[in-house]
């Protein structure tokens, strides 16, 4: 239970700054923004329901982390859109920070937790892939580019 509240602190920490980060940018110029917003979703969901279903909650708890996760990455997109105006600082800032939330929930959430849990050669093989799959994003990401 400690765990699902830590990650969802961290997760919500992490959705108001990447969501006024997201919303600062202006989605026109920056698509790869948007595709690298929508894919790291997904490992955080992973996180979040592995760490549910560990913890063994009622689905009105649940229920309660999915409403208040969104609502802090839709609200946070909101403020952000309402500052756009404002300097590229702003923006750099925000990225920052939403890197260094994100980073935290990767290496001490996910990767510390799945350490003490599972086997080591599992973990690195899991890591392994999702690098592998950062890398086949940049590739793609650098062809759309190029054009």
């Known amino acids: 239970m400690q765990s699902l509240i830590l990650l969802t602190a961290a997760i ?6 990447s969501g006024i980060t997201f919303g600062i940018t202006d989605i026109h110029q920056s698509a790869s923004v948007l595709v ?4 790291h979703q997904i490992p955080e969901g992973m996180a979040l329901m592995t760490v549910l279903s560990i913890a063994k909650v009622p689905n009105v708890f649940f229920l ?4 208040f996760l969104s609502l ?7 403020i952000g859109e309402s500052v756009q105006a404002f300097s590229l600082k702003i923006q750099a800032l925000s990225t920052g920070g939403a890197i260094g939330t994100l980073s935290f ?3 001490h959430e996910i990767i510390g937790k799945a350490i003490s849990h599972f086997r080591n050669l599992h973990v690195w ?3 392994s892939l999702g690098v592998l799959i950062i890398y086949i994003y940049q590739y793609f990401l650098s062809l759309f580019h190029r054009h």
């Open 12 to 17: 919500f920490l992490h959705n108001i700054i």
């Open 36 to 39: 690298a917003t929508l894919l």
């Open 64 to 67: 309660f982390i999915i409403v």
């Open 72 to 78: 802090s990455l839709g609200g946070s997109l909101l």
């Open 105 to 107: 929930v990767i290496f």
């Open 125 to 127: 093989l899991l890591i």
